[in-house]
């Protein structure tokens, strides 16, 4: 919760153990407090009319060069056709996209994200009424809110690919194997980010971006897609298969000791 209000994505991070973990009065009753607490600091600053901001900003972004849906857009800037380039939004220091099409795309945006993210809870509510134990729901669906939060937005950023670490780990720690292949997907996003920014950035802010550097934004925002695939389809098959992977978990010693910890 104290998270969230610093940067919102550990906010999926507490949406999944509301769905997921039994203890949700404490979850929810831990974060109400934290919120009334920061709100109260905010009001007595004298900061109230900034406090929602992070909302209401999101909705006026246009798509930054990073995010994935800006993809088509990039290439159109970068081999100058269909009157499309990438500019500098002074207002909110970022590199944006322009083009045919993008103020439909840059509204559509912000109601896909949250439909994407209802349908995400909506997957992990069924896991739980089929069964699905804490230690193989919780990472899943934290996994694919998280990446849901990256793929589908309009905004991008180099630190986005932090944000996919905290499931992973918690993945790996419970069920190594499963989790092996994200992680490794992982690792290589975050090369080809590592690479791109800041390494070659300035080859993206110009008018008309080099078309290698955006060939290499374009591999790094498939991997991203490729691991939001499979984090929908690894949650589906956990909410549909609850006991699946259960004689495997318990039958190694050390991920054992830790579901027995992992509190419910």
């Known amino acids: 919760a104290a998270g969230t209000w610093i940067k919102v994505w550990p906010a999926a991070l507490l949406a999944a153990a509301v769905v997921a973990v039994r203890r949700r009065l404490a979850i929810v009753g831990g974060a109400l407090i934290v919120s ?11 900061g109230g009319r900034y406090l929602f901001g992070f909302i209401t900003d999101q909705t006026g972004r246009g798509l930054q060069i990073e995010a994935p849906v800006s993809a088509p857009y990039m290439w159109f800037a970068a081999l100058d056709v269909l009157d499309s380039r990438v500019y500098y939004a002074s207002d909110l220091l970022t590199f944006q996209v322009s083009g045919p099409g993008v103020n439909e795309v840059i509204a559509v945006m912000t109601p896909l994200l949250a439909a994407s993210v209802l349908a ?15 230690v193989r ?11 849901a939060l990256i793929v589908v937005n309009k905004v991008g950023s180099p630190q986005y690919m932090t944000w996919i670490v905290a499931p992973i780990v918690l993945g790996l720690v419970i069920d190594r194997a499963t989790w092996l292949r994200p992680a490794a997907f992982a690792v290589v996003t975050g090369l080809l980010t ?44 956990v909410a549909r298969n609850p006991e699946s992977g259960a004689g495997r978990l318990a039958s190694h010693k050390r991920p054992a000791s830790v579901i027995e910890r992992f509190p419910s």
Do not use: C, E
């Not at 729901?137 to 990446?147: G, I, T």
């Open 137 to 147: 729901l919780y990472p899943a669906l934290a996994f694919a809110l998280v990446l």
């Open 120 to 134: 995400l809870l909506l997957l992990g509510l069924w896991g739980v009424r089929r069964g699905a134990p804490v």
């Open 36 to 46: 009334a607490a920061t709100i109260a600091v905010v009001l007595a600053l004298g």
């Open 194 to 237: 590592q690479i791109v920014y800041p390494i070659f950035y300035n080859f993206l802010m110009t008018d008309h971006p080099d078309p290698g550097v955006v060939a290499l934004l374009t591999v790094r925002n498939l991997a991203l897609v490729v691991m939001f695939v499979w984090s929908v389809i690894h949650l589906v098959r």
